[in-house]
C-alpha cells in the first residue's frame, strides 16, 4: 500500500496567488481529514469528510479556505488568496473504522508526509 | 481553554530513565483516547491507543482516568530513539468522529 499521498511536499508563492494542495488517501479508508501544524498553534483541524461528504468544517479559518472530495480517492484544499500567515504544514490523514457493534473502534490515522506551505 | 492540552516541555532526560505524560481533555463525552507520536519534520504516527483498563506495548504504558479526564503515557528504559514530539489525542464523538490532537510534548533523550 502506497499510504497517504500528498502534493507538493513543498510550495512556495506570493501573497494573493491561489493555493492548492492534493491528497490522494489510501483505498478503502471512509474519512479524510485535513489538518494544518504551525509553531504557535500546533496541528489544527480544518476539515474532515466521510464517504466524499464535508462533515465538519468549523475549522477552516475563513472564506479564504475550501476543501473538496470529488470522489473517494481524491481531495483538495484550496486557498485564494493566500497570506503569509497561512505558511504552515498542511497533512491530510485517512482512515476508517469499525462499527460500533464490534466493540472497540478502530480510529487509526493515516497521515501524508504534508504539504510545507511557505506564502511570501 | 483547549479541548486537549498537554505540557509542551520539552523534557530532557538521560537514556535509560522513565519519564511520563500527562494529557488533559475538557470534553466528558469524548469516547477514544490515543498517544500518537511525531518525529522532526515528519508526519504523526500512532504509538498506542488508550483504554479504561490502562494498556502497556513493552516499554510504553498508556493509562486512562476518565473520572478526571486526564491521559498518561509512562516510558521506561528511554532509548535515544524515543526522542519525538509526543501527541495526545482525543475522539470526541456525537454524531460523527472529530478526532483532536494536543499540541504535543517534546521529549529529548540524551545520552
Known amino acids: 500500500d502506497a499510504g497517504v499521498i500528498q502534493s507538493p511536499r513543498h510550495e512556495v508563492t506570493e501573497m494573493g496567488q491561489e493555493v492548492t494542495l492534493r491528497c490522494k488517501p489510501i483505498?478503502?479508508?471512509?474519512?479524510l481529514f485535513w489538518y494544518r501544524q504551525t509553531m504557535m498553534r500546533g496541528l489544527e483541524l480544518l476539515i474532515y469528510f466521510n464517504n466524499n461528504v464535508p462533515i465538519d468544517d468549523s475549522g477552516m479559518p475563513e472564506d479564504r479556505f475550501s476543501a473538496k472530495m470529488p470522489n473517494a480517492s481524491f481531495s483538495t484544499l484550496k486557498i485564494q488568496p493566500s497570506e503569509p500567515r497561512d505558511s504552515a504544514v498542511y497533512f491530510c490523514?485517512?482512515?476508517?473504522?469499525?462499527?460500533?457493534?464490534?466493540?472497540?473502534?478502530?480510529?487509526?490515522?493515516?497521515f501524508g508526509s504534508g504539504t510545507q506551505l511557505s506564502v511570501l | 481553554r483547549k479541548e486537549v492540552e498537554q505540557d509542551p516541555g520539552p523534557f530532557n532526560v538521560p537514556e535509560g530513565a522513565t519519564v511520563a505524560f500527562n494529557c488533559t481533555y475538557s470534553n466528558s463525552a469524548s469516547q477514544s483516547f490515543f498517544w500518537y507520536r511525531q518525529d522532526c519534520r515528519k508526519e504523526p504516527k500512532l504509538l498506542m491507543s488508550?483504554?479504561?483498563s490502562g494498556n502497556e506495548d513493552g516499554r510504553f504504558t498508556a493509562q486512562l482516568n476518565r473520572a478526571s479526564q486526564y491521559i498518561s503515557l509512562l516510558i521506561r528504559d528511554s532509548k535515544l530513539s524515543d526522542s519525538a514530539t509526543y501527541l495526545c489525542v482525543v475522539n470526541k464523538k456525537s454524531s460523527a468522529s472529530k478526532i483532536i490532537f494536543g499540541s504535543g510534548t517534546r521529549l529529548s533523550i540524551r545520552p
Open positions: 490523514a485517512s482512515s476508517t473504522e469499525i462499527s460500533p457493534g464490534q466493540g472497540r473502534t478502530n480510529e487509526k490515522l493515516f
Open positions: 483505498s478503502g479508508h471512509d474519512y
Open positions: 488508550v483504554y479504561s
